[in-house]
C-alpha cells in the first residue's frame, strides 16, 4: 500500500528564512497531495494542496512543488513569522474511496 | 457552519470503564473518519466510513468499535479501556474518499489510568 514518508521531523529556522519540508510517496498512481497545518491543541487544518496535473502552487508565503516523476512533494514557505511555528502534515492519495495517508508530521519552530 | 464537531474534549477514565466518543458533521460530507495522535507518531487511522451504511478498519482498529448512526454522525467506542488507549482522538469528515480534502474536528484528550 502507500507509504508517505515526511522529513526533518522537526526544523527550528530564525523569524524571515524560509522552511522546506519534503515528503516522497510510493504509489504512482497517488494524484492528490495536500497539506496539513496543526496548532497546538487545534486538529490539523488544511493550508494547500496540489493535483497531479500542475508542478507548482502558490498561496502568498506558502508553496508546493510536486514531482511525479521522482514522487515527491515540498512545501515551501518564505519570510517565516512566529505564527507559522506549528507542527505540518503532508499526505498523499491513494486510489478509489480509500483515506489520505499522512506522514508523520515536521514541528517546525520559528525563531524570533 | 459548525464543520465538525467532537464531544467530549476531555475526559479520564480507570482501566476497564467504557464510553462514547461522539463526532457530527454539517457540511452533507459522505465520508467521515477517527483518527488517534500520539506524541511523535502522527496521525493514525482507527476507522472510516467511506459512506453512510458502509465502516472500515483503519491501521489500529484493535480495541474500538465505531457506528455510523446517520449521514452527519460517526460515533467510536471504548468498551473496555486500557492505559495504551490514552491520546488525543480526531474526526474528520470529507466529501468522499482520498481525493477530497478532509475537516478535522478539534479532538477529545483521553487519559485512561
Known amino acids: 500500500g502507500e507509504n508517505v514518508e515526511q522529513h526533518p521531523s522537526t526544523l527550528s529556522v530564525q523569524e524571515g528564512d524560509s522552511a522546506v519540508i519534503k515528503c516522497t510517496y510510493s504509489?504512482?498512481?497517488?494524484?492528490?497531495f495536500p497539506w496539513y497545518k496543526q496548532e497546538l491543541g487545534k486538529g490539523p487544518q488544511l493550508i494547500i494542496d496540489?493535483?497531479?496535473?500542475?508542478g507548482e502552487k502558490k498561496d502568498q508565503r506558502i508553496a508546493v512543488t510536486l514531482n511525479k516523476t521522482a514522487k515527491h512533494f515540498s512545501l515551501h514557505i518564505t519570510e517565516t513569522q512566529p505564527e507559522d511555528s506549528a507542527v505540518y502534515f503532508c499526505?498523499?492519495?491513494?486510489?478509489?474511496?480509500?483515506?489520505?495517508?499522512f506522514g508523520k508530521g515536521t514541528r517546525l519552530s520559528v525563531i524570533a | 457552519n459548525a464543520g465538525v464537531t467532537q464531544t467530549p474534549k476531555f475526559q479520564v477514565l480507570k482501566t476497564g470503564q467504557s464510553m462514547t466518543l461522539q463526532c457530527a458533521q454539517d457540511?452533507?460530507?459522505?465520508?467521515m473518519y477517527w483518527y488517534r495522535q500520539d506524541p511523535g507518531m502522527g496521525l493514525r487511522l482507527i476507522y472510516y466510513?467511506?459512506?453512510?451504511?458502509?465502516?472500515d478498519k483503519g491501521e489500529v482498529p484493535n480495541g474500538y468499535n465505531v457506528s455510523r448512526l446517520n449521514k452527519r454522525e460517526f460515533s467510536l467506542r471504548l468498551e473496555s479501556a486500557a492505559p495504551s488507549q490514552t491520546s488525543v482522538y480526531f474526526c474528520?469528515?470529507?466529501?468522499?474518499?482520498?481525493?477530497?480534502?478532509?475537516?478535522f474536528g478539534p479532538g477529545t484528550r483521553l487519559t485512561v489510568l
Open positions: 474528520a469528515s470529507s466529501w468522499t474518499g482520498g481525493k477530497d480534502t478532509q475537516y
Open positions: 504509489d504512482s498512481a497517488s494524484n492528490y
Open positions: 496540489i493535483r497531479s496535473n500542475v
Open positions: 499526505a498523499a492519495e491513494i486510489s478509489g474511496n480509500t483515506p489520505l495517508v
Open positions: 457540511m452533507n460530507h459522505n465520508s
Open positions: 466510513s467511506a459512506s453512510e451504511g458502509t465502516t
